[in-house]
C-alpha cells in the first residue's frame, strides 16, 4: 500500500509551506513517529512526523515551497 505524505494545513491562514529541511533520504524505511522534513511558514518552523513505518520515496525539494495538500513524498508499506 502507498501513502501520501502531503503538506499539512498548520494555521487557519496557511496556504504554503517550504520545506526546509529532508530528515531522512531517499529510499529510507521509517517509522511511525519518525521526523520526516522541517516545515517553514511565515509564522512558524515545525517538525512532520511519519503516520506510519514503511520506505519513502521523496518527491518535494528542500528549499522549494509548496501548497498545503501538495505531496511531498510517498511510504510503501
Known amino acids: ?7 499539512p494545513k498548520l494555521g487557519m ?3 504554503e ?3 526546509a529541511e529532508w530528515h531522512v533520504a531517499d529510499g529510507d524505511t521509517v517509522e511511525a ?3 520526516l522534513y522541517t516545515i517553514e511558514t ?3 518552523q515545525n517538525e512532520v512526523t511519519s503516520p ?3 520506505v519513502i520515496t521523496l518527491i518535494a525539494v ?3 515551497t509548496y501548497a498545503v495538500g501538495e505531496i511531498v513524498a510517498e ?3
Open 75 to 77: 511510504l510503501k508499506n
Open 17 to 19: 509551506g517550504t520545506i
Open 33 to 35: 513517529g519518525q521526523v
Open 13 to 15: 491562514s496557511m496556504q
Open 1 to 7: 500500500m502507498i501513502s501520501r505524505i502531503k503538506i
Open 62 to 64: 528542500e528549499g522549494q
Open 42 to 44: 511565515d509564522k512558524v
Open 52 to 54: 506510519l513505518g514503511g
